[in-house]
């Protein structure tokens, strides 16, 4: 069986072909976009390539034409030996690549998404850019209103926002500057293009089953069930929920050496925007179900630990949960949440 090792770029992709004693057969330069069909023609081998933006839609198309598809994170690319030396070219990380999967039966791989994850994930990352986009513009004009000493009242928040400020600043004396309509109008467009992501959203959330099983759970609303979708993938290929734990960099660290151990705070590592949503929701049931089973378990933990690694707690928690959820097809109960109960709340106080 062959063995390829690919070097993906934006126009121009590398390759490196070798057999399975490791004797090098060819090397090829091929434009990336003829590279999916380049692969289906070839008889099933083993493919190799480094994570990158490409690599999604490649691997897809690499197991769809019926090879052995590995792609190595990036981390680990360099312990292969992909820029040993200071010497870095895309023939040599192709070959790199190729020796290493010649050497090796099982190379660490990502997981490869389905493309309904990779679809969804675009969506929820296209929102995620619109509102980073928003906010800045929304602080300037609030620090423009400062300045000048006026103030509104309410949160930055779609059109009611720019509303207030036109009829604020209109009815004054120096009137709308153009700067600051400009400003305006653009904060308008955006939130009519937030919109419109947050209907299609919305509307893929109702017609998710597995969404609406989520949404059950306290605290979980439609950008949190559709992110943990998106982001697990398949809830199969964790085995214990401290897997799910650790991929989400829920888990403490440890810095343990000397025969001392250490535990350090959460991780950093894991999938930002899903923690931080997790975390959120965490807030969320802390504030408005403050009698569930699994919030009295996380106000426990706030007496002996404080309230924010109780917060983490209940996130880690909260990703659980949604993780059995998913896999069992079931409902959210809370009297499966935790042993705690508000009787025996109660009865100790």
Request: aromatic fraction near 4%; include cysteine; hydrophobic fraction near 40%.
């Amino acid at each position: 069986m062959e063995h390829i090792g690919i070097d993906l770029g934006a126009a121009h992709s590398h390759l490196v072909i070798m057999n399975e004693r490791g004797t090098e057969l060819e090397r090829r330069r091929i434009q990336t976009n003829k590279l999916p069909r380049w692969l289906a023609a070839r008889e099933p081998s083993r493919v190799v390539m480094e994570a990158c933006t490409q690599s999604p839609v490649m691997a897809a198309a690499s197991m769809e034409a019926g090879h052995e598809t590995f792609v190595v994170p990036g981390q680990i690319v360099r312990a292969l030996g992909v820029g040993a030396r200071g010497i870095k070219t895309d023939d040599r990380d192709a070959e790199v690549l190729a020796r290493a999967l010649v050497r090796n039966e099982l190379l660490p791989s990502v997981h490869l998404r389905s493309q309904r994850s990779r679809e969804l994930r675009a969506l929820l990352a296209a929102r995620e850019r619109l509102i980073g986009a928003r906010t800045p513009l929304a602080q300037h004009i609030k620090s423009w209103l400062r300045a000048r000493l006026i103030q509104l009242r309410g949160r930055a928040n779609g059109p009611a926002f720019t509303k207030a400020v036109r009829t604020r600043l209109l009815e004054s004396p120096d009137g709308l500057p153009l700067g600051l309509e400009v400003l305006l109008d653009s904060y308008d467009q955006l939130s009519e293009q937030l919109a419109r992501l947050d209907s299609q959203i919305e509307e893929l959330a109702e017609q998710d089953d597995t969404c609406r099983r989520l949404r059950t759970l306290p605290g979980v609303g439609i950008q949190t069930s559709l992110a943990f979708i998106a982001q697990v993938d398949d809830p199969h290929r964790f085995g214990t929920s401290d897997e799910l734990g650790s991929y989400l960099a829920l888990t403490p660290g440890e810095c343990t050496t000397g025969g001392k151990v250490k535990r350090t705070g959460t991780i950093k590592a894991g999938p930002r925007h899903l923690k931080a949503l997790l975390v959120q929701c965490a807030w969320s049931a802390w504030r408005s179900r403050p009698n569930d089973p699994m919030v009295l378990w996380a106000r426990q933990i706030a007496e002996r630990r404080g309230k924010r690694i109780a917060i983490v707690a209940l996130a880690r928690k909260i990703a659980t949960i949604l993780w059995r959820l998913w896999k069992d097809g079931s409902h959210y109960d809370p009297a499966l949440a935790s042993g705690i109960r508000v009787e025996q709340v109660t009865n100790a106080a």
